[in-house]
């Protein structure tokens, strides 16, 4: 299973990668939203990456946090994709990140209302802080012995899942800018 979702997760980047090379002669530098698709598109690509990186080396609980900040990306592309005039703003939200902006809850859970993530998703990325937090104490040896430390990593089938479907919003978010070069979110979504 990690195999195709690798591979699905695969496929959203061959398709980020086609689009913009039909999409990018066309790139206008004034362009505040295609500034802010692009790069958005960009740290999806990276987050993605590492995520599938650390999945295959059974370090899915420290995959978790970038999972997070997929989801975050996904709502800003999607967020900024429908509406020009929000570009500014997601551009400025750029210019000094502390991390308490970077997970900023109430800004991503409206980004991801607006965008239409489902419920599931949210919860399921809400559910990883956990998982991150407190998932695989035991690996040090005897630290299993106290129940504190007992709860399992993630499955990396899990944490692959949710990023092929946030890859997906990536897509959708995408194709809402520039129609027709950025397909297979219905796919990834669904998966």
């Not at 590492?50 to 970038?66: Q, S, T």
């Not at 929000?86 to 991801?112: G, I, Q, V």
């Not at 995408?174 to 669904?190: I, V």
Request: charged residues 20%; glycine residues 8%; contains cysteine.
């Amino acid at each position: 299973m990690i195999d195709e979702l690798e591979r699905r997760i695969g496929m959203a980047k061959a398709v980020i990668d086609n689009g913009f090379c039909r999409v990018g002669p066309r790139l206008d530098r004034a362009d505040l939203q295609g500034a802010a698709l692009t790069g958005g598109a960009s740290r999806a690509l990276g987050l993605a990456d590492a995520v599938v990186g650390l999945c295959r080396r059974d370090h899915p609980a420290e995959a978790a946090v970038l999972v997070r900040q997929l989801a975050v990306t996904a709502a800003d592309l999607a967020w900024a994709a429908a509406d020009a005039a929000r570009a500014p703003a997601a551009l400025s939200e750029l210019e000094a990140p502390r991390w308490a902006s970077l997970f900023d809850e109430p800004r991503w859970l409206a980004r991801a209302a607006a965008a239409g993530i489902p419920a599931e998703d949210v919860s399921a990325v809400a559910a990883l802080a956990t998982d991150f937090q407190a998932g695989n104490r035991a690996v040090a040896p005897w630290s299993h012995v106290y129940p504190q430390n007992s709860r399992p990593a993630p499955a990396p089938e899990s944490v692959m899942r949710l990023t092929a479907r946030l890859m997906g919003r990536v897509l959708a978010a995408l194709d809402g800018r520039w129609p027709g070069t950025f397909p297979g979110a219905e796919e990834l979504c669904s998966s």
